[in-house]
């Protein structure tokens, strides 16, 4: 079977090739900690949350890998843990 056969059979399942998300690797404990800090939380409103400072980090750099992963899967499994590329991260606890 040729591969443009494979990738319009495949396509017509609803399965795409798609880059790999990036994510940070996930543990146990860190999973019972995120866990725990959600479920004390779960009742809060948004004033609530006033108090915290949320940050979203991201750095750019030009030419640093250029070997993307590829995965095939349907819309809706971006974050299953077979189609995510783990990422390395330095884990900062800000007070």
Do not use: H
């Amino acid at each position: 079977m040729s591969a443009t056969k494979l990738y319009t059979l495949l396509r017509g399942k609803g399965i795409r090739k798609w880059r790999a998300r990036k994510r940070p690797p996930l543990n146990a404990e860190f999973a019972e900690k995120r866990l725990a800090w959600a479920m004390n939380r779960k009742d809060w409103t948004a004033k609530g949350f006033e108090g915290f400072i949320w940050s979203d980090e991201c750095s750019v750099e030009k030419g640093r890998r250029a070997n993307t992963v590829w995965v095939f899967r349907s819309a809706g499994e971006e974050y299953l843990p077979e189609c995510v590329e783990p990422q390395r991260y330095v884990l900062k606890n800000l007070i």
